[in-house]
């Protein structure tokens, strides 16, 4: 069964800060890996994906994961953190299909808070 | 292009009764899943529909059902509502087993 795991429910980082966000997975095919963001009161917005081409993965407002399947691990960063980052980030694992539905397991979600 | 839509937006109902939240998929998208959402939570998959048929459900119960429409458009219909069904339902469209890319979501809150 596939799973996933937000390391951090809250992390805060000050304005011009490296961005962090931790996200493992559990997966017994090839899995596909996203990062979705939501802000308050709205749906789910895509930031990257992962669908097994190059590691190092670029998304939209400068964020960036690289996937490491030794480490089972899809982390997402940013190098230099921006008030309107602050928002509810997602990781999800698909299993890209070979179930037939390609269904999302999301993670707990991690709620990024931007000091200025 | 338009994007995924929901609606309505927000929604109140009574323990017992039933409710109807509507979704339109992204133009060019035949694939329809949906999500519940409980506060403070990740999304939970509920089921999806490919091209007007059931294609996978999560873990809920049977008075959670669906349709899709010959649009790609889709309902979830959920009876017998439950305190614990209070949530935001996401709706979420692709092309078969690709991105999903989701709509702003239906509040539903039952007292």
């Known amino acids: 069964a ?19 966000l931790r996200c493992n997975y559990s997966s017994s095919v090839p899995p596909y ?17 992962y669908t097994s081409a190059a590691t190092l993965v670029k998304g939209i407002n400068g964020f960036e994961a690289e996937f490491k399947k030794s480490e089972t691990s899809f982390h997402l960063t940013k190098p230099s953190a921006h008030m309107s980052d602050a928002a509810e980030y997602f990781c999800a694992v698909s299993d890209g299909g070979s179930s037939n539905t390609g269904k999302l397991i999301f993670g707990q979600g991690t709620t990024l808070q931007v000091k200025p | 292009e338009t994007g995924v839509t929901q609606s309505p937006t927000h929604l109140i109902k009574t323990r017992g009764q039933q409710v109807t939240l509507r979704c339109s998929s992204q133009s060019g998208h035949n694939t329809v899943s949906w999500y519940q959402q409980a506060l403070g939570q990740g999304p939970q998959f509920i089921f999806q529909y490919y091209r007007e048929e059931e294609n996978g459900r999560g873990n809920f119960p049977p008075r959670f059902s669906g349709l899709q429409f010959p649009n790609y458009s ?23 087993m690709e991105t999903q890319y989701f709509g702003p979501g239906t509040r539903l809150l039952v007292l």
């Open chain 1, 2 to 20: 596939q799973s996933v795991t937000q390391l951090g429910s809250h992390v805060s980082v000050s304005e011009g800060a490296l961005v962090l």
């Open chain 1, 33 to 49: 890996l996203f990062w979705y963001v939501q802000y308050p009161n709205q749906g789910l917005q895509l930031l990257l994906k």
């Open chain 2, 74 to 96: 889709s309902e979830l219909n959920v009876n017998a509502l439950e305190l614990d069904d209070s949530a935001l339902y996401l709706c979420a469209s692709s092309t078969g």
